[in-house]
């Protein structure tokens, strides 16, 4: 049993204490002033106790004391034997052991008794430090672990999907603003670049347009996210769709790129589909063939989108209606459009690479763009028909007759193309292909007096003629359109219309082919080199001679 401490100052009424405190307790004030309040706890030693050792009781003493050293605690023992239940309360050192037990929780503002045996023999002890008699009330009991309210759970559980939440946005924001940044930059580089094939063989020298967007180009937008497009003006309308000039969206608000854009309604979604297998060759592309972008379902407005590079000065017909053409240009314009088809009908890139040939089935003057370099680019697959190997002749028959009834050749008006053999349908393409030069040549000074813009046949067909009265111009008169022995004014001319007449001979078989047309081409631009420079050659002799005369 421990010493009562006589040292200690006892009150009996807690109420004395508070006001006696300060003047009382010399001992408690610093030298620098400074007050410290020490534990204040009941102390009553050893006293019977009505307590009966469940949940909570009072110590039932009616003595506080201020404990006698700064360190001492408040203490609480409880005791029940077959006899009696006692309650000792004293003031006491956590640094020294009492019964044999340090005190481990001192620290508690509650005194909360804890089980300890010694010798046999059970009690409970508790301790705790507060300035006010923590050890007056006891508790047999755990604490009560603090319950949270409706809110704070409601809180707590919706942090954890909140916060993975707002991470999987962050994280989608950040790959959206990565990607775009990405795409830029490749945009960029390839606006460098020229397009070479993996040999490095050149085959795409683009004029201002063949920048666009080369990383979204051949490829189809099978992405949920459909490419950030704003339609401008209409510059076209077709059997099966309308071209619009539209704005590609840049990552900036302010940056666009100009593009068109081809729309089908869902009804037309055969042509749609056939023009966007066609340009999804990759072997298609070509500096004289309209550059494809992407091809898009648009399924809010029910429709299909054909995106390509946009030509500003229009279709070749439009450009011919307005303007006289000059000898460069009727070679530029004809020598291009010949590479173009060459290169659809070819079975190899330039690059030697394997190629389905491709007819196109729809030439003419409106099916082709004109450049701002003044060279042509062949435009609307719509119709064009991939000779695959693995076409029967009665997938070819099932293809039907297609085109338009002025530019249709013969065979084609008469459906009696040679389904045996795939050359007849490039065949068909050469004989439309010549009508075409014809309307070239028609508007060039070079021919001397140049008439209106007509088209092939003129109005004697009518505006939109059918193929019944094409038949009768074509297969049964054997009519072409006219060429005045007034074009031929030169070796170049006398040449292209012999390659236009070789051209759209009554005879499938008896044409040129593309690619022998486009060498035609090429032959009239190495005449015209030589001429030039003999030319310059004759004049540079004619100024010396005039300078040795003298
Ligand atoms: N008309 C049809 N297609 C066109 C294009 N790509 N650019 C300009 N005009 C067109």
Same mark, same amino acid.
């Given at each position: 049993?421990?010493?009562?401490?006589?040292?200690?100052?006892?009150?009996?009424?807690?109420?004395?204490?508070?006001?006696?405190?300060?003047?009382?307790?010399?001992?408690?004030?610093?030298?620098?002033?400074? !007050?410290?309040? +020490?534990?204040?706890?009941?102390?009553?030693?050893?006293?019977?106790?009505?307590?009966?050792?469940?949940?909570?009781?009072?110590?039932?003493?009616?003595?506080?004391?201020?404990? $006698?050293?700064?360190?001492?605690?408040?203490?609480?023992?409880?005791?029940?034997?077959?006899?009696? #239940?006692? @309650?000792?309360?004293?003031?006491?050192?956590?640094? &020294?052991?009492?019964?044999?037990?340090?005190?481990?929780?001192?620290?508690?503002?509650?005194?909360? @008794?804890?089980?300890?045996?010694?010798?046999?023999?059970?009690?409970?002890?508790?301790?705790?430090?507060?300035?006010?008699?923590?050890?007056?009330?006891?508790?047999?009991?755990?604490?009560?672990?603090? =319950?949270?309210?409706?809110?704070?759970?409601?809180?707590?559980?919706?942090?954890?999907?909140?916060?993975?939440?707002? @991470?999987?946005?962050?994280?989608?924001?950040?790959?959206?603003?990565? +990607?775009?940044?990405?795409?830029?930059?490749?945009?960029?580089?390839?606006?460098?670049?020229?397009?070479?094939?993996?040999?490095?063989?050149?085959? @795409?020298?683009?004029?201002?347009?063949?920048?666009?967007?080369?990383?979204?180009?051949?490829?189809?937008?099978?992405?949920?996210?459909?490419?950030?497009?704003?339609?401008?003006?209409?510059?076209?309308?077709?059997? %099966?769709?309308?071209?619009?000039?539209?704005?590609?969206?840049?990552?900036?608000?302010?940056?666009?790129?100009?593009?068109? #854009?081809?729309? %089908?309604?869902?009804?037309?979604?055969?042509?749609?589909?056939?023009?966007?297998?066609?340009?999804?060759?990759?072997?298609?592309?070509?500096?004289?063939?309209?550059?494809?972008?992407?091809?898009?379902?648009?399924?809010?407005?029910?429709?299909?989108?054909?995106? =390509?590079?946009?030509?500003?000065?229009?279709?070749?017909?439009?450009?011919?209606?307005?303007?006289?053409?000059?000898?460069?240009?009727?070679?530029?314009?004809?020598?291009?459009? $010949?590479?173009?088809?060459?290169?659809?009908?070819?079975?190899?890139?330039?690059?030697?690479?394997?190629?389905?040939?491709?007819?196109?089935?729809?030439?003419?003057?409106?099916?082709?763009? &004109?450049?701002?370099?003044?060279?042509?680019?062949?435009?609307?697959?719509?119709?064009?028909?991939?000779?695959?190997?693995?076409?029967?002749?009665?997938?070819?028959?099932?293809?039907?007759?297609?085109?338009? $009834?002025?530019?249709?050749?013969?065979?084609?008006?008469?459906?009696?193309?040679?389904?045996?053999?795939?050359?007849? !349908?490039?065949?068909?393409?050469?004989?439309?292909?010549?009508?075409?030069?014809?309307?070239?040549?028609?508007?060039?000074?070079?021919?001397?007096?140049?008439?209106?813009?007509?088209?092939?046949?003129?109005?004697?067909?009518?505006?939109?003629?059918?193929?019944?009265?094409?038949?009768?111009?074509?297969?049964?008169?054997?009519?072409?359109?006219?060429?005045?022995?007034?074009?031929?004014?030169?070796?170049?001319?006398?040449?292209?219309?012999?390659?236009?007449?070789?051209?759209?001979?009554?005879?499938?078989?008896?044409?040129?082919?593309?690619?022998?047309? $486009?060498? +035609?081409?090429?032959?009239?631009?190495?005449?015209?080199?030589?001429?030039?420079?003999?030319?310059?050659?004759?004049?540079?002799?004619?100024?010396?001679?005039?300078?040795?005369?003298?």
């Amino acid at each position: 049993m421990p010493r009562l401490r006589l040292r200690v100052l006892l009150w009996t009424l807690t109420a004395c204490v508070c006001s006696a405190l300060p003047l009382d307790v010399p001992g408690l004030v610093y030298p620098h002033g400074d !007050f410290v309040i +020490r534990n204040l706890c009941k102390f009553c030693d050893l006293e019977d106790s009505t307590c009966d050792g469940a949940d909570k009781c009072t110590s039932e003493c009616k003595k506080t004391a201020i404990c $006698a050293a700064v360190d001492e605690v408040c203490v609480t023992i409880w005791r029940k034997n077959d006899s009696n #239940v006692t @309650m000792e309360t004293l003031c006491h050192s956590p640094a &020294v052991p009492l019964y044999g037990f340090m005190l481990d929780d001192y620290n508690n503002t509650e005194c909360r @008794m804890k089980e300890k045996k010694v010798l046999g023999s059970l009690f409970y002890l508790c301790s705790c430090s507060s300035e006010e008699e923590c050890n007056n009330v006891i508790y047999f009991t755990e604490a009560e672990k603090p =319950t949270l309210s409706i809110p704070m759970v409601t809180a707590i559980s919706l942090l954890p999907p909140l916060v993975i939440a707002v @991470m999987v946005i962050l994280a989608f924001y950040r790959y959206r603003v990565i +990607r775009q940044k990405k795409l830029n930059e490749e945009w960029k580089k390839k606006k460098k670049r020229k397009h070479d094939c993996s040999d490095g063989c050149a085959i @795409m020298t683009d004029d201002d347009q063949s920048d666009i967007s080369s990383t979204v180009a051949n490829n189809i937008n099978h992405n949920l996210e459909l490419l950030p497009i704003e339609l401008d003006l209409q510059v076209g309308k077709g059997r %099966f769709a309308s071209v619009y000039k539209a704005k590609l969206k840049q990552s900036t608000a302010e940056q666009f790129e100009t593009v068109a #854009v081809k729309i %089908f309604s869902y009804e037309e979604y055969a042509s749609w589909k056939n023009e966007k297998d066609i340009f999804s060759d990759i072997n298609l592309k070509h500096e004289n063939i309209l550059h494809f972008l992407t091809a898009e379902e648009r399924k809010v407005d029910k429709q299909y989108w054909i995106i =390509t590079a946009y030509h500003a000065l229009g279709n070749l017909q439009e450009y011919l209606t307005h303007h006289i053409l000059s000898w460069d240009d009727l070679c530029y314009l004809g020598g291009s459009f $010949a590479r173009a088809l060459a290169h659809l009908h070819s079975d190899h890139t330039p690059c030697g690479r394997p190629k389905v040939p491709i007819v196109h089935r729809d030439i003419k003057s409106s099916n082709i763009l &004109v450049k701002n370099d003044l060279t042509c680019c062949l435009c609307d697959f719509g119709l064009a028909l991939r000779l695959d190997l693995s076409l029967s002749v009665d997938d070819l028959a099932n293809s039907g007759q297609v085109g338009t $009834a002025r530019y249709m050749a013969p065979e084609v008006l008469e459906s009696r193309i040679n389904l045996e053999n795939i050359e007849s !349908f490039k065949q068909s393409d050469v004989y439309s292909l010549a009508l075409v030069l014809w309307e070239i040549t028609s508007r060039c000074s070079a021919i001397g007096d140049v008439k209106d813009y007509v088209p092939p046949f003129g109005s004697k067909v009518g505006e939109h003629p059918c193929v019944e009265s094409m038949k009768d111009s074509v297969v049964r008169d054997r009519g072409r359109p006219e060429i005045p022995n007034s074009w031929q004014k030169h070796e170049g001319l006398q040449l292209i219309c012999s390659t236009i007449t070789e051209s759209w001979d009554h005879d499938p078989e008896a044409r040129l082919t593309a690619q022998c047309v $486009a060498e +035609r081409f090429s032959e009239i631009d190495q005449m015209d080199k030589l001429s030039q420079r003999s030319c310059s050659e004759e004049k540079i002799s004619e100024d010396c001679s005039v300078s040795d005369d003298k």
